[in-house]
């Protein structure tokens, strides 16, 4: 018995003697596997972040250097002693077509002490260069009304054109111009899904710049036709055979109803496609792509439509969805505290509904649909937690954030009030896409949107950074 308690105690410390140290070797090796990963995933993130960092100073470069040529803002500086003739407070809400300010609209003019200016979409900076600085300035306060509301502290207005170049490169200069007259003015940017937004933004043009009446027409054969029993008016007074065929709305380019989102959104796609744009391009070459696009669509030889009227001609309905070549020059010219971007979704609390959704005909169609076919249609009775925060982040944005509780309740429910009732006014089964095109819209702007998302929190650290600089007890805006 002693014999075999000596021999197993051998046995014991040979064991020990040589398996414990070689777990200690495997565990050293593991741990240092590990450490080796982590230092090697801390070096991709390193030089992932540094290669971003460069892309976005060639994209400011290359953007300065167009805002320069672009734009004579030189001459503009506000002395210091016209400081005292601004308002206190300045909202200026910027979007894009079809980007949801409706719903921006809701909330600032129910405001305490808002202004309430002569229209809510001015459209002011797209021509401000016939005014001297001095005379700039008073004509858009003017228009606010600002001058002569009393009490009124909050001077506001919004325009889903600030936030697109869809016209002139002069639109480059918008953000500069703002910060140049009115240097503590804070702006609001509000962004959508690209696809959706843009699919919106045809839709709208179809409905209510080709066709004079959406109740009379449907969507047959891939393209808007006449509503049985709809007739041409003149028809009645003896009018020839070339009476149209379709109830064009006043000014509206013959055969407009033939470029439907499908045929639009495609003819546009394949154009941008040639253009190889880049995430970080200039917007000086995101200008020049627009314009050659342009063409394929309206107004010269091979056109899809061959003349429109001015105001008439289709959108360039995928230009203003390149977030990321016209947001820096907002982050070039705002300070990042005097900036804020918000999504329409998350402001809204809707999400979109489907531009492929199975079709309807006619608008009395779509209008009812039931809420169990399509419940993202339907508002929701109270607002949701994804919506609270945006809408609080916009009072705190402009100084408001010590609202009332009763107030802050009706608050929230106005945004997705409006945008609900005005995506069910929306005919979308009388412009359908393909889940095929809009699988390619969507793989196309992917690397746009990621890039996008990068200058976002780049967007949210310089904020978070210069709050904590100018009030050291408050972090966040």
């Known amino acids: ?149 009393d009490p009124c502290s909050l001077a506001w207005e919004v325009s889903e054109r600030y936030g697109s170049l869809e016209g002139s490169s002069r639109r480059a200069c918008l953000p500069a111009q703002i910060r140049v007259y009115f240097p503590t003015a804070r702006v609001v940017l509000l962004v959508a899904d690209p696809v959706q937004r843009a699919w919106l933004q045809q839709t709208r043009w179809l409905l209510q710049r080709c066709a004079h009446d959406p109740a009379s027409v449907e969507f047959r054969g891939g393209a808007l036709v006449a509503r049985p029993p709809w007739k041409d008016p003149r028809a009645q007074w003896g009018g020839d055979g070339d009476s149209p065929t379709f109830p064009y709305a006043p000014y509206a380019a013959v055969g407009c109803e033939k470029l439907s989102a499908q045929v639009h959104l495609s003819s546009e796609l394949e154009c941008y496609r040639g253009c190889a744009l880049r995430p970080n391009a200039s917007a000086e070459l995101l200008l020049r792509c627009g314009s050659l ?20 001609c289709p959108p360039r309905a995928l230009q203003p969805s390149h977030y990321s070549l016209t947001l820096p020059l907002w982050l070039a010219s705002i300070p990042c505290r005097q900036l804020l971007i918000l999504e329409r979704s998350a402001f809204t609390g809707l999400k979109w509904f489907s531009p492929g959704l199975p079709p309807r005909r006619t608008i009395g169609e779509a209008l009812q649909t039931t809420a169990q076919e399509q419940p993202r249609l339907r508002a929701p009775t109270t607002a949701n937690s994804g919506q609270r925060e945006p809408l609080k982040a916009l009072l705190r944005f402009v100084g408001l954030q010590g609202i009332n509780a009763t107030a802050l309740d009706k608050l929230r429910r106005l945004p997705t009030a409006g945008a609900a009732l005005d995506e069910r006014d929306m005919p979308f089964a009388l412009n359908p896409l393909t889940p095929q095109l809009r699988s390619s819209l969507e793989a196309y702007f992917s690397p746009f949107q990621l890039h996008f998302r990068h200058m976002i929190k780049a967007h949210k650290r310089c904020v978070r950074d210069a709050s904590a600089a100018h009030d050291p007890q408050r972090t966040t805006l």
């Open 293 to 312: 696009c342009a063409r394929r669509i309206d107004g010269h030889k091979g056109a899809l439509l061959r003349s429109c009227s001015p105001g008439m």
């Open 1 to 149: 018995m002693e014999l075999f308690s000596l021999r197993t105690l051998l046995s014991l410390r040979t064991l020990l003697a040589v398996v414990v140290p070689l777990a200690m070797i495997a565990a050293s090796a593991v741990l240092e596997k590990r450490h080796g990963v982590d230092a090697e995933a801390a070096d991709r993130a390193a030089s992932a972040a540094e290669a971003l960092s460069r892309r976005l100073a060639r994209q400011r470069a290359s953007n300065e250097a167009f805002v320069n040529r672009t734009c004579s803002l030189s001459s503009l500086v506000m002395a210091p002693q016209q400081a005292s003739s601004l308002p206190p407070r300045l909202v200026i809400g910027a979007g894009y077509p079809s980007s949801g300010v409706t719903a921006l609209v809701g909330v600032l003019q129910r405001l305490p002490n808002a202004c309430e200016p002569k229209r809510t979409e001015l459209n002011f900076w797209s021509g401000t260069s016939r005014y001297g600085a001095e005379q700039t300035r008073h004509t858009y306060l003017d228009r606010l009304r600002w001058r002569w509301a």
